[in-house]
């Protein structure tokens, strides 16, 4: 709008106070029409009224001033029923998007709106300001009376003055332009620009410079008081304001559509060929010009929320993103319901809904006052909905459903589905526009829009623009689904290839962090395990497949599984290197990995390492807290063969920490590889209470650094030990009678380690597991260990290789029971290999204290 100078204000400054806003009588040509200007108060009474609703309107100012409104302006429909000839459109006395000038007058408006409203109006006065009628541009001559078809504009005022509605108004016939061709027509709607002017009848600087900015908002109080001050200054009672604004509210006025330049071809066309004269053009009907410009606000709605969402992939952030986007421009409720299998993040969902089908509210937003839909529709309910409602015939059809007005027995029927809780205060009477929420034809969501019930009813204009918008949501929340399927896939494939180690073992204890990739996917190839061995010991290992993706974590999941079978073998942790080097080179060219593995024996406190191309471990010492990076042989990535593997021993104290780690954390672009060992061993080195706390203190020191891509395995283990005391060993003879002997021993052991209530089983399962070995050694000691831990351990070891395993034993079979007694009262038992024979091992839960 173009704020100007009211030229035909007479002078005047002194007495009274008060504020006058007047129009200006613009020259169409020159892009502006006349405008009458009208403030009505709180009380719904004329407060000021210009002279071009004098023009306009035929009422005088001293008549207008004090009286209701409603009996000065156009608030109801003034003309019957009229059809244009060309396009055959009927439209009303107050025909447009917004409802009638009424909705405004009394209040129940809050924003914006528009219409058109065709009226019977007196011969104007004469102009004695200016001793003639005015004949300006759009105002009628003197002396014919006649009907008027106004435009009209309706602007809340906010502010703590008595001025409640701002009432513009024009006549449309002021609108046409000069030049009837498509040019002039199109410009039709820029010219739509009113034309205020404010003089002063009250020398008050201060109260004034406050008061401006309540008429003209987009005026700023040190402007205001800027102009106020020259104005007083100069004893001029006339200042100009100018400022180009858009109006906020195009309205579907209802003008007839003027034919369009095709038709006026095709008519002339017609015309040259009947030898006729060519037709006259349409005069100059803004009407079609309107249309254009509510056409184009719509689309520019459209590329507004567009714009607005879809800024991320995460699901929930775009849900809330589409509701927001809505609301209060285009509807003053949105709520958003989509299928389970979205929400759950699988796949697409199949087939046509039904009334079975669970529909989960995901967001909520509307212009109520707040928590008025929280209890009665919270968000994150799931509800199926019966085939005689809205939501039901939008989600079968996939096409947009409109209610112009929610009835009292629609309104029961959609409450009945809430339950207990009545929702019929909150849609009743309201307009509803339920629209499709679809990808590739398959219905994802819907969304309910509702508009208050003094606003608007949605109509089909507002359809087609519903289910553009929906179309698009659509397409973006199913970007925002297929991210969160193929991210949860990728999540559930690396935790299912990631063990579930216990935080404890015999003799340590164990933490371990995962992080995956921040840059390229979160599916990599990093991983670390836990293995139980014989003797009380623990294998650690960390590893690393070369490359990213879904190729590099199956890579990894097949050597985790060979180091598990090939540790359980007991194999040193050099020879079993070198068989993971060969698998991986049978498995293909492309396997390549780093690995890192160790093994803790609590007993004898020492660690026996072997390095395959991998990241060294930190070691930190209990006593000083000092923490070092292990000096171990590189050696080579497994799958590149040839590369021998040296295993090294290391002599640990209990309460010492191993750290091991993939390059992931420790390495960084662009800056060198010890930047991030010395960082690691700076952080390990501190003190922590437990262990989360110091993998938790690792990675703030080493994960803050932007840019990282790689994912990262850690693995910690505190190095306990096990005491001396808590170990009894005996070696039995190859006798029959070394049975006896076993029972003998075990029993006493534990009543010195005040286990007597482990006596009877430890006695029972330690006959039979001796008593095999002694008929199945080939001539060598037999040994006899109990460890004392967090369980009872019992170890038989011989020198036979061959592993007993379980059998069915029939009634005349004087074997093959032993081990499954022991399976049966065990709490876990095994077997393994070692280099000398085999190990038949079993544990005991120890009782509580």
């Given at each position: 709008m173009d704020r100007g100078t009211d030229r035909d204000a007479p002078p005047s400054r002194g007495a009274g106070s008060g504020a006058a806003v007047g129009a200006v009588a613009g020259d169409a040509a020159a892009g502006r029409v006349p405008l009458a200007v009208v403030v009505v108060d709180r009380d719904g009474l004329v407060s000021h009224w210009s002279r071009g609703a004098r023009r306009l309107f035929g009422t005088a100012k001293e008549e207008a001033i004090g009286r209701p409104a409603a009996d000065l302006l156009p608030v109801s429909g003034a003309l019957p029923e009229e059809t244009d000839e060309v396009t055959h459109r009927s439209y009303t006395a107050c025909d447009g998007l917004g409802p009638g000038l009424e909705s405004s007058l009394d209040g129940r408006l809050s924003y914006p709106a528009?219409?058109?409203?065709?009226?019977?109006?007196?011969?104007?006065?004469?102009?004695?300001?200016?001793?003639?009628?005015?004949?300006?541009?759009?105002?009628?001559?003197?002396?014919?009376?006649?009907?008027?078809?106004?435009?009209?504009?309706?602007?809340?005022?906010?502010?703590?003055?008595?001025?409640?509605?701002?009432?513009?108004?024009?006549?449309?016939?002021?609108?046409?332009?000069?030049?009837?061709?498509?040019?002039?027509a199109r410009e039709v709607p820029e010219r739509i620009a009113p034309a205020f002017a404010l003089h002063t009848d009250f020398p008050g600087a201060e109260d004034l410079a406050r008061r401006l900015p309540e008429i003209l908002p987009s005026m700023s109080v040190g402007e205001s008081a800027r102009i106020v001050a020259q104005v007083l200054e100069l004893g001029y009672p006339v200042l100009e304001f100018s400022q180009n604004d858009r109006v906020p509210v195009t309205p579907d006025w209802g003008v007839p559509r003027r034919a369009g330049r095709r038709a006026r071809r095709e008519r002339a066309a017609r015309a040259a060929a009947q030898g006729l004269p060519a037709p006259e053009e349409d005069a100059g009907d803004p009407g079609e010009d309107l249309e254009h410009a509510a056409v184009r606000e719509r689309l520019e709605f459209l590329n507004e929320v567009s714009g607005r969402i879809g800024t991320s992939l995460d699901l929930a952030r775009t849900v809330v993103e589409v509701s927001k986007a809505?609301?209060?421009?285009?509807?003053?409720?949105?709520?958003?319901?989509?299928?389970?299998?979205?929400?759950?993040?699988?796949?697409?969902?199949?087939?046509?809904?039904?009334?079975?089908?669970?529909?989960?509210?995901?967001?909520?937003?509307?212009?109520?006052?707040?928590?008025?839909?929280?209890?009665?529709?919270?968000v994150g309910e799931a509800m199926p909905f019966p085939a005689h409602t809205p939501f039901f015939q939008c989600m079968t059809t996939g096409e947009p459903v409109l209610v112009p007005r929610i009835s009292e027995p629609m309104g029961h029927a959609i409450a009945s589905q809430f339950e207990k809780r009545d929702i019929r205060p909150l849609i009743t009477h309201r307009s509803m526009l339920v629209v499709p929420l679809k990808a590739r034809n398959v219905v994802l969501g819907f969304m309910v829009l509702l508009r208050?019930?003094?606003?608007?009813?949605?109509?089909?204009?507002?359809?087609?623009?519903?289910?553009?918008?929906?179309?698009?949501?659509?397409?973006?929340?199913?970007?925002?689904?297929?991210?969160?399927?193929?991210?949860?896939?990728?999540?559930?494939?690396?935790?299912?290839?990631?063990?579930?180690?216990?935080a404890r073992r015999a003799g340590c204890d164990i933490a371990t962090r995962y992080l995956p990739g921040t840059l390229l996917g979160r599916v990599g190839g990093d991983w670390f395990d836990s293995v139980k061995l014989p003797g009380a010991r623990t294998a650690l290992v960390v590893g690393d497949v070369m490359g990213h993706g879904l190729n590099s974590a199956a890579m990894m999941g097949q050597l985790r599984t060979a180091v598990q079978t090939m540790a359980a073998l007991d194999l040193p942790p050099a020879q079993l290197l070198r068989h993971l080097d060969d698998l991986a080179q049978r498995l293909g060219d492309t396997y390549l990995a780093t690995c890192l593995y160790a093994v803790y024996d609590p007993i004898a406190s020492e660690l026996l390492l072997a390095n395959a191309g991998h990241v060294p471990p930190v070691l930190v010492r209990a006593g000083d807290g000092r923490s070092e990076l292990l000096d171990l042989p590189t050696g080579a990535p497994v799958g590149v063969g040839g590369v021998p593997f040296e295993t090294v021993r290391v002599r640990v104290r209990p309460g010492d920490r191993l750290v091991m780690c993939t390059d992931g954390l420790v390495e960084m672009r662009g800056e060198?590889?010890?930047?991030?060992?010395?960082?690691?061993?700076?952080?390990?080195?501190?003190?922590?209470?437990a262990m989360d706390e110091a993998c938790d203190t690792i990675i703030r020191a080493l994960n803050?650094?932007?840019?990282?891509?790689?994912?990262?395995?850690?693995?910690?283990?505190?190095?306990?030990?096990?005491?001396?005391?808590?170990?009894?060993?005996?070696?039995?003879?190859?006798?029959?009678?070394?049975?006896?002997?076993?029972?003998?021993?075990?029993?006493?052991?534990?009543?010195?380690?005040?286990?007597?209530?482990?006596?009877?089983?430890?006695?029972?399962?330690?006959?039979?597991?001796?008593?095999?070995?002694?008929?199945h050694s080939r001539g060598g000691a037999v040994a006899l260990r109990l460890v004392r831990g967090d369980t009872l351990l019992c170890e038989v070891d011989d020198d036979d290789h061959e592993l007993p395993t379980l059998t069915s034993a029939g009634p005349g079979d004087e074997s093959g029971r032993g081990l499954r007694v022991v399976s049966a009262l065990a709490r876990e038992w095994g077997t393994s290999r070692t280099g000398t024979g085999k190990t038949v091992w079993f544990e005991l839960t120890l009782p509580r204290r």
């Open positions: 528009a219409g058109r409203a065709r009226l019977t109006v007196p011969v104007p006065e004469p102009d004695h300001a200016h001793g003639h009628e005015r004949d300006d541009a759009g105002a009628r001559p003197s002396g014919e009376p006649g009907r008027a078809d106004v435009l009209w504009w309706a602007y809340p005022l906010v502010g703590p003055g008595p001025e409640r509605l701002l009432v513009l108004a024009a006549d449309a016939g002021g609108l046409r332009p000069d030049d009837p061709g498509e040019a002039g809505v609301v209060p421009r285009f509807t003053d409720v949105a709520g958003t319901y989509l299928r389970e299998q979205v929400v759950a993040g699988e796949g697409f969902p199949d087939g046509v809904p039904d009334t079975t089908t669970l529909w989960h509210r995901v967001a909520v937003e509307h212009t109520d006052e707040p928590g008025r839909w929280d209890d009665v529709v919270p208050h019930p003094e606003r608007a009813e949605f109509n089909d204009m507002d359809r087609v623009t519903g289910a553009e918008l929906a179309a698009r949501a659509g397409l973006v929340l199913d970007n925002a689904r297929m991210y969160t399927h193929q991210e949860s896939v990728a999540e559930t494939l690396q935790d299912s290839m990631l063990p579930r180690i216990p060198d590889i010890g930047v991030g060992l010395a960082t690691l061993c700076a952080s390990a080195a501190h003190p922590a209470a803050t650094r932007d840019g990282r891509k790689d994912d990262v395995a850690l693995l910690m283990a505190r190095l306990n030990g096990i005491a001396p005391d808590d170990v009894a060993e005996w070696r039995l003879a190859r006798e029959p009678g070394q049975a006896a002997r076993a029972r003998a021993v075990v029993r006493e052991q534990l009543h010195v380690w005040g286990l007597a209530r482990l006596a009877d089983p430890a006695e029972l399962l330690v006959s039979e597991l001796v008593t095999n070995a002694v008929r």
